[in-house]
């Protein structure tokens, strides 16, 4: 216990030794032994107290949520234009009533979706800055700054679950959206792509709800394998 201690108040010491030392290895292009020194420094100080981790689990489940919210915003909006079309084609079929409602309640909808991801990026940003500024927040500030989610781990993830990573076709490397440029992500059940592969569609309002996302851990759960790996895919990267 005394080794531990001594071992994490040398590793708080010479911290600011260990972020310039960080940094130049990320400004050499090597990536990977910048993330080794920050996790071998992680351990050292043993790990952060449990409101990091909250922090951490809040992100990853903020984080899926925006993911399923700007796919799910992107099939809504696929949807709509369809119909806008159809109505187009054909002006008598608004006589129903039934386009119009459907297009009514898929703009209501949208507008719901613009809330909510506007909600989920601020909440985000806020989870990430109030974190200590400890190896693990930069090892996610440092992961978050390439294309995190394409680790082995996510990609495996996704390929599991019947997502585009499966098939090869790049859909989780491009842009989710023309609306949110800067999104990349890996697949939900509101993917167009995997929409159009399975042969149906798969609607639920909530990224709980998900087949394709599963039950993400709880932070009181315990530590098993799944877990671990997730950490460390979001954390750590390869």
Known sequence: MFVNFLTAAIARRFEPLFERHEDRLDRQGRWRDAQKL????????????????????????????????????????SRHDTLYERLNEAPSAADSGELVTEMQEQKRQLHALLRTIWRLEQKKYNLISRMPNRALKRALEAHRGRNWHLSDWMEAECAGAGGCCGRRCGCCRRQRSEKRPHHRSHCTSACLCCTQARGFEINVAHYMEDPMIGKLPELRSPWDDYKIELMHAYIWGD
Not at 49 to 55: D, I, L, N, Q
């Open 38 to 77: 920050r996790y071998k420094h992680h351990e050292w100080m043993g790990g952060p107290p449990r409101k990091a981790w909250k922090s951490l689990f809040d992100y990853v489940r903020v984080v899926t949520e925006l993911r399923f919210s700007i796919q799910r915003e992107r099939y809504l909006q």
